[in-house]
């Protein structure tokens, strides 16, 4: 299991953590360990630890000053988890991650086996984007689409998302006709609902950022919880999910190998091919390569071996490792407006066994 705490469940009204609410989680996943249950625990709160020692009555729009912030909290929210969960006997392990952690493949895999290392041991790996040193042009993003990759990582069989809200409303909670969602078997159970409402002042995320990564995990294999921290007690007990708590999301796909996870939510792709309506369909329907004919522009620079997203008329399909230059693509593309015979190229742009198809998340 892979549990993640936002910051609005882990924090007091004067942007202090909540210990108490800390202890209670800590017994939890001493108890799922009692139970024979591996757990990564996705902590946010790094930055909002660090407002009130230094003197922040909110969180900071700078990045420095949001760098500085986590420096001075990360320490402290993992002393707290530590403190926490070693009073049940749990043996903690802080494992922060950047974005080049996990875009460049060799490092995926280092990552991978750390995870592997730690949970065979015994540890609880308590897990945050490495905020100190993260910049606005290559990070994570929020913590929930962390915990999806980090569910990917160790292959998790559920990922729950605990936050200030009883899971998954049709609208804003308080809105008018305003209900909760308790199943969500599909993306067509998501059509129609307004999932917009925004985070709170100390995290970054909202429902929408929840809603995509239980999409991206569920399309993978995971089985996702969306629930409010009040009521971990009720479904993380061993007494099962009441019928009234929390928005199950089912699987929607089977278990991906970990190289077409990597391609797919993890890569940093450096260009975009533009793909036709025909081409679309072969990659998606028909589960074929992505072929020459089919590609009606290339955006960015990149050499052959380079990942990249494949954009169909709608929406971006899938990523993939291409087997052409930019240059050479940009040749053909030119040759074929201009109506003069293209290079001779036979090979697939992407090959089926090198693309990984996205699934269509919120706001799609």
Known sequence: MVLKVGSSSLTRADGGLDLNRIDII?????????????????????????????????????????????????GNLVARWQTAMSAYGVVTAQV???????????????????????LSLGAVPVVNENDAVATTEFSLGDNDHLAALVA?????????????????????????????????????????L??????????????????????????????????GADDAPLFLGGQGIPADVGTWFAPTGPRRPSRRLWMAHASQPEGRLLIDDGAARAITSGKK???????????????????????????????????????????????????VPAPDHVAPVVHRDDLAELPRTAGE
């Open 26 to 74: 800590a017994g939890l996943i001493a108890r799922l360990r009692g139970r024979g249950h591996d757990v990564v625990l996705v902590s946010s709160g790094a930055v909002a630890a660090g407002l009130v020692p230094l003197g922040l009555e909110r969180r900071p729009g700078e990045l420095r000053l949001l760098q500085a912030a986590a420096s001075v909290g990360q």
């Open 96 to 118: 922060l991650l950047t974005a080049q952690d996990v875009a460049v493949r060799s490092h995926y895999r280092t990552v991978r086996a750390t995870f592997d290392a730690l």
């Open 152 to 192: 990917h990582l160790v292959s998790a069989d559920v990922l729950v998302l605990l936050t200030d809200v009883d899971g998954l409303w049709t609208a804003p909670p308080g809105s008018p006709g305003a209900v909760p969602v308790r199943y969500v078997g599909s993306a067509a159970d998501l059509v129609g």
């Open 194 to 227: 307004n999932v917009s409402g925004r985070g709170s002042t100390v995290g970054t995320g909202g429902m929408v950022t929840k809603v995509q990564a239980a999409t991206i995990s569920c399309a993978s294999g995971t089985a996702v919880l969306i629930a």
């Open 289 to 339: 390569s992505l072929l020459l004919p089919g590609v009606t522009g290339v955006d960015g620079e990149f050499e052959s071996g380079a990942v990249v997203e494949v954009v169909g008329p709608e929406r971006t399909l899938a990523r993939g490792i291409c087997r052409y230059t930019s240059a050479e693509l940009a040749e053909v593309l030119c040759a074929r407006a201009q109506g």
